[in-house]
């Protein structure tokens, strides 16, 4: 029996590549450069040129682009660069409010194919959890009200 392979479209493909990554990314650090919570955390503030490249690298080959961003960086080891940042529920929580923000507005803007900000938000939220590095409480411990 042969080797089974999936020819589905990566979503980075399906939402049209490069462009798209750019501007989530963009929407994203326009929340994150007037997020008093998030901003003091990134050393090259104001500047987050360097901080919107590395995160688009980063999205675009996670969701099946090209692999820049380890051909620059390496492997991503996310909780081994962001373990100097104090990252705990606040900062968790502003973080997936200014991406959240940013993906609905991207794919209402772009046309994002149905379930595009549904698939990114299911990596996003558990993502956003496994970077914290303090003893707070988790994401699934503040149930659905909050």
Same mark, same amino acid.
């Given at each position: 029996?042969? &080797?089974?392979?999936?020819? $589905?479209?990566?979503l980075?493909? %399906?939402?049209?590549?490069m !462009?798209?990554?750019?501007a989530l ?5 326009d #929340?994150? $450069?007037?997020?008093e919570?998030?901003?003091p955390? =990134?050393?090259?503030?104001p500047?987050?040129t #360097? &901080?919107r490249?590395?995160? *688009?690298?980063f999205l675009?080959?996670y969701? #099946?682009? !090209?692999? *820049? =961003?380890? /051909?620059?960086?390496?492997?991503? %080891?996310?909780?081994m660069r ?7 529920? %606040? ?6 409010? +200014?991406? &959240?923000?940013?993906? /609905?507005?991207?794919?209402v803007? %772009? @046309?994002? !194919?149905e379930? *595009?900000a549904?698939?990114?938000? $299911?990596?996003?939220a !558990?993502?956003?959890e496994?970077?914290r +590095?303090?003893?707070?409480? @988790?994401? @699934?411990s503040?149930?659905? #009200?909050?």
């Amino acid at each position: 029996m042969g &080797a089974v392979h999936d020819t $589905a479209p990566t979503l980075f493909f %399906r939402v049209g590549g490069m !462009p798209f990554f750019e501007a989530l990314v963009d929407a994203f650090y326009d #929340g994150v $450069a007037t997020d008093e919570v998030l901003l003091p955390l =990134y050393p090259e503030q104001p500047d987050l040129t #360097g &901080a919107r490249r590395r995160l *688009t690298l980063f999205l675009a080959q996670y969701w #099946g682009g !090209p692999p *820049t =961003y380890m /051909e620059e960086r390496g492997h991503p %080891r996310l909780r081994m660069r962001h373990f100097p940042f104090h990252v705990g529920p %606040r900062e968790r929580d502003r973080w997936l409010v +200014n991406m &959240a923000a940013a993906v /609905e507005a991207v794919c209402v803007e %772009r @046309s994002a !194919p149905e379930g *595009t900000a549904a698939e990114l938000m $299911a990596y996003f939220a !558990p993502a956003a959890e496994h970077l914290r +590095n303090d003893s707070g409480p @988790s994401i @699934s411990s503040r149930g659905t #009200g909050g």
